[in-house]
C-alpha cells in the first residue's frame, strides 16, 4: 500500500479504529528505535570496556580529583 492509499483508508475508519492503526504504527516505530539502539549499543560496547579506546584515558579513582570540588 502507498502512504496516499492509507491515508485514503484511514479517512474512511471510524475514529477508534484509526486511534487502533495510529497506536500500532506507533509500537513499530518505537520497536525499530529500540532495535536500532540496542544494535549501535553493541558496537560501540568494545570502546567503553576496561582497556576500551574510550577508558584508556580516565583516572577510574577520583580521590585525586575531590580536592578540586570547589573548582569553577
Same mark, same amino acid.
Do not use: W
Given at each position: 500500500?502507498?502512504?496516499?492509499?492509507?491515508?485514503?483508508?484511514?479517512?474512511?475508519? &471510524? /475514529?477508534?479504529?484509526? +486511534?487502533? %492503526?495510529?497506536? %500500532?504504527?506507533?509500537?513499530? %516505530?518505537?520497536? $525499530? =528505535?529500540?532495535?536500532? +539502539?540496542?544494535?549501535?549499543?553493541?558496537?560501540?560496547? &568494545?570502546?567503553?570496556?576496561?582497556?576500551? *579506546?574510550? =577508558?584508556?584515558? =580516565? *583516572?577510574? /579513582?577520583? $580521590? $585525586?580529583? %575531590?580536592?578540586?570540588? $570547589?573548582?569553577?
Amino acid at each position: 500500500m502507498t502512504k496516499a492509499e492509507i491515508i485514503i483508508a484511514l479517512e474512511q475508519m &471510524p /475514529n477508534q479504529e484509526r +486511534l487502533e %492503526v495510529i497506536e %500500532v504504527a506507533s509500537g513499530l %516505530v518505537r520497536q $525499530d =528505535t529500540l532495535a536500532a +539502539l540496542a544494535r549501535s549499543a553493541e558496537i560501540i560496547r &568494545p570502546l567503553y570496556e576496561a582497556s576500551g *579506546d574510550l =577508558t584508556e584515558m =580516565t *583516572d577510574l /579513582n577520583i $580521590d $585525586d580529583f %575531590v580536592k578540586y570540588s $570547589d573548582y569553577a
